[in-house]
């Protein structure tokens, strides 16, 4: 049962503009949530995370929107660069616990 | 280098067969954490060991076990392999047992991963 969902699996934004990733989750227990950037042929890395007392958390171009009624979170990448041309996986846990459940990912192309 | 280091990075092997897939933390992680990708999956968290126990399972089969060695590295031992265990699997480290993914020292790292192919 896939409780973090990422319905697309690709995106391709012009340079420059903004890229926006979208992410469900289904399990109300989940607290604290977080985006990993996987470029291919390596292991994800982090980029930023956001726990449910917050609704928004922003760091340099990125910025993660969290709406805890919709138990829906969002990526904003502004301004969006090749470099980030990537799989951008958002995961989410229970109660900062042990294990992270992921959603299957969503590919990111950024066009010159 | 993210300081996790898996070896191997490709595995080749046979239906019925069985592995070993080898996860070195961090240094002075004590936590270790395994995930399976499957092909159009998600990352599935299989087991973790903190400091040599087991602390949470996951989606992890029976076929599937795992261990944390006193020297902290980590070991996956998959057995009667199938073709459906092909499959991505990543090893992960942080330096405590409780938090999940974040900066610092309540970072997950993960290593570039073992690539399995049964055939």
């Known amino acids: 049962d896939q409780q973090v969902k990422q319905n697309s699996p690709s995106l391709s934004v012009q340079e420059g503009r903004i890229s926006i990733l979208n992410c469900d989750y289904t399990n109300s227990m989940f607290d604290y949530f977080l985006w990993y950037k996987k470029y291919p042929a390596e292991g994800p890395t982090f980029l930023i995370s956001i726990s449910s007392i917050k609704d928004k958390n922003e760091d340099g171009r990125f910025t993660v929107f969290l709406n805890k009624s919709a138990k829906h979170l969002s990526l904003h990448i502004v301004p969006s660069q090749p470099g980030d041309s990537a799989v951008y996986f958002c995961?989410?846990?229970?109660?900062?616990?042990?294990?992270?459940?992921f959603g299957k990912g969503t590919s990111l192309l950024v066009t010159p | 280098d993210s300081g996790v280091t898996q070896t191997p990075k490709h595995l080749i092997t046979a239906t019925g067969q069985r592995v070993t897939l080898r996860c070195s933390p961090r240094s002075g992680d004590l936590s270790v954490y395994w995930y399976q990708q499957s092909l159009d999956q998600g990352l599935q968290f299989l087991i973790q060991?903190?400091?040599?126990?087991?602390?949470a399972k996951g989606n992890i089969l029976e076929r599937f076990s795992a261990q944390q060695f006193p020297d902290l590295h980590s070991e996956l031992n998959l057995s009667s392999l199938e073709l459906g265990d092909s499959a991505l699997y990543f090893c992960?480290?942080?330096?405590?047992?409780?938090?999940?993914?974040?900066?610092?020292?309540?970072?997950?790292?993960f290593g570039s991963g073992t690539r399995l192919t049964v055939v």
């Open positions: 060991y903190y400091n040599g126990e087991e602390r």
């Open positions: 995961a989410a846990s229970v109660n900062s616990g042990y294990a992270l459940n």
């Open positions: 992960a480290s942080s330096a405590r047992d409780y938090r999940a993914g974040g900066r610092g020292n309540y970072g997950y790292t």
